[in-house]
């Protein structure tokens, strides 16, 4: 798989998550879910958002590196 193809994964497989969080926050709308969207779904964004960045860079470099190779 390549880099590319697990970034897209990666995205498509985080925001069925998110669906399925705003789903769950229909029904859960206490001071717990509230805790808990901030304290894990909202690191979980932000670190996918990171690692999507990263993701993104790293498919550059190969693909000048196996440019640079031809």
Do not use: P
């Not at 996918?48 to 196996?66: C, F, M």
């Amino acid at each position: 798989m390549s880099v590319n193809a697990s970034r897209a994964r990666l995205m498509a497989l985080t925001r069925d998550l998110m669906i399925g969080w705003d789903d769950t926050r229909t029904h859960w709308r206490d001071a717990r879910a509230a805790e808990f969207e901030q304290r894990y779904i909202g690191e979980l964004r932000a670190q996918v958002e990171r690692a999507a960045g990263v993701l993104e860079k790293l498919d550059q470099l190969l693909t000048r590196v196996r440019n640079d190779c031809e």
